[in-house]
């Protein structure tokens, strides 16, 4: 490796098919986080702009083809996407790695091919739809339809750029609606080209259009308050979903909040550790630690509190952090300074409140070209107090906190100790635990045994202030449709 700079790209607006630039034509700069190199000028999206976006959305659904088109025909553009996007995959981990810092061969092998699986899923998962009959003896008919909404504002977080903005045109598309898509802007590289993407499988200009911009009082905003947004999926931050949703009030729009979290991973002291200790390490680190999902918050029973922490800590030490483009790193740094001053605000936080540091803590060694990243080293503390920020706050890096407990109640009661309720892990090998466990910890996805499976048929979202509304499968579907009831008389 040695030297990852790369040419600097010009990032424009897509709108109605084709790439246009800011009205004012004022960019911004995005940063390798690996490197702090400038490596994208990214136009940034106006007011005008974005209504400009909106029409085209709303244009495009109202008196295009695409609503009307068979189901057939619709899926088969989106799965021609879906192959496009693996036809390109490695340009995109490619830029995903460079964008967010990410190891290149973790967006390669997983997030890509995820992303284009988004996609076709969602294709076929729509064929096989049906709708409901209710016949009311020989006299009434009724049937039921589901119908696309209109024109929906996917506004989507740094961390799983192109995973978690397919997440939501998959079934957006799908069901017959258009799109005005706003990634984060952190990380607009590979969601700047789903526009030409989608023209190349053949989708209609103005069904998916991406603006690029920030949030408050720019493109975020924008398209949050359009009149001709109907709906709004977002992923993010949950007070950036508390204003989201006051600013989509007026208009009365549709929404579906996939928030943040602070997952409890209980490990009981009948656990395997030999799987919990690997997967607990991917949990905590992966994606240094950028994952709504992560499992940053570690209950440990005491019993086997020295054992874990001792191999929690060796498999720490094992990881590599480094150079996201080296196909041998396992950790790259956190996305931006601001994200790497918030991260590391919390090592003095944990200090201050008596946390017990047992591994990382500081900047990794690191080459010399690499001097300039926003990197951490994986970071371990022990916390006997759940009331602590560290374990009530989302760090969102590679921060985790142990906490012991002693049984089972105490465990639960840590668990719920949060305002979050996305995801909670649990390993243990007595099934009625397991149960009881899963039944009790008051979030969206439990995993037994294991962290991060997916079958995207399921249910995924938040309890509490981790979200509202589910995704996946036909939660997605009826997030993104009408639902129209028809009465005939016999
Ligand atoms: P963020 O809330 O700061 O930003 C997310 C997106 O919202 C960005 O595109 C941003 O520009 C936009 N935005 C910000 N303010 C806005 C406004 N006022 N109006 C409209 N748009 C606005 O979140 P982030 O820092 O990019 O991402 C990290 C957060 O996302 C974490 O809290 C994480 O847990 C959460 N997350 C949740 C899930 C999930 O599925 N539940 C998945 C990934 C990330």
């Known amino acids: 490796m040695g030297n990852i700079q790369t040419e600097v790209k010009e990032v424009k607006l897509f709108i109605d098919g084709e790439y246009v630039e800011s009205s004012t034509n004022s960019t911004f700069e995005v940063k390798n986080p690996a490197t702090q190199e400038v490596i994208a000028h990214v136009h940034e999206a106006t007011n005008e702009d974005v209504d400009r976006a909106c029409r085209a959305a709303r244009r495009a659904f109202e008196e295009g083809p695409w609503r009307k088109m068979t189901v057939a025909e619709r899926c088969g553009k989106i799965r021609r996407m879906a192959e496009i996007i693996i036809e390109r995959k490695e340009e995109l981990a490619r830029l995903e790695a460079l964008d967010v810092g990410k190891p290149y061969h973790v967006a390669l092998e997983r997030e890509i091919p995820r992303a284009a699986h988004n996609l076709s899923f969602f294709a076929d998962f729509m064929e096989k739809q049906g709708g409901e009959v209710y016949p009311m003896e020989d006299e009434y008919l009724n049937y039921t339809r589901y119908e696309p909404v209109g024109v929906a504002a996917l506004i989507t977080p740094w961390n799983l750029p192109l995973m978690l903005t397919t997440w939501k045109l998959g079934p957006c598309l799908a069901t017959g609606n258009t799109a005005v898509i706003k990634p984060a802007e952190m990380t607009p590289l590979t969601v700047s080209l789903l526009g030409e993407i989608a023209k190349e499988a053949g989708i209609p200009d103005g069904v998916v259009n991406v603006v690029q911009g920030f949030g408050a009082d720019s493109a975020g905003e924008f398209m949050t308050t359009h009149p001709d947004v109907d709906l709004i999926s977002f992923t993010g931050e949950t007070t950036t979903g508390k204003g989201i949703m006051k600013n989509g009030a007026d208009s009365l729009k549709r929404v579906s909040f996939e928030l943040g979290g602070k997952a409890a991973n209980i490990i009981f002291e009948d ?194 202030k981790s979200g509202i509304g589910r995704e996946g499968g036909h939660h997605s579907l009826e997030f993104f449709t009408e639902a129209k009831n028809i009465c005939i008389a016999l």
């Open 271 to 464: 656990a395997n550790l030999d799987k919990a200790i690997p997967v607990s390490i991917q949990a905590a680190f992966m994606n240094s630690g950028q994952v709504c999902l992560a499992g940053s918050r570690i209950l440990v029973q005491r019993s086997i509190m020295d054992e874990f922490v001792d191999r929690f800590k060796k498999a720490a030490s094992e990881l590599k952090v480094g150079d996201p483009q080296d196909v041998s790193t396992n950790m790259g740094p956190v996305v931006s300074e601001e994200h790497y001053n918030k991260v590391t605000s919390y090592l003095d936080i944990a200090n201050d409140e008596n946390s017990t540091l047992v591994y990382g803590g500081k900047r990794p060694d690191l080459p010399d070209y690499l001097q300039d990243g926003y990197y951490l080293e994986p970071t371990i503390y022990i916390q006997e107090d759940p009331n602590a920020r560290i374990c009530q706050e989302e760090i969102f890096g590679p921060v985790v906190t142990l906490i012991p407990f002693d049984t089972e109640e105490e465990a639960l009661e840590i668990a719920n100790n949060t305002e979050y309720g996305l995801n909670g892990v649990v390993w243990t090998d007595n099934l009625q635990r397991a149960h009881r466990i899963s039944h009790n910890v008051r979030a969206g996805t439990i995993w037994v045994n294991c962290w991060f499976v997916r079958d995207l048929r399921a249910p995924f979202g938040g309890f509490k």
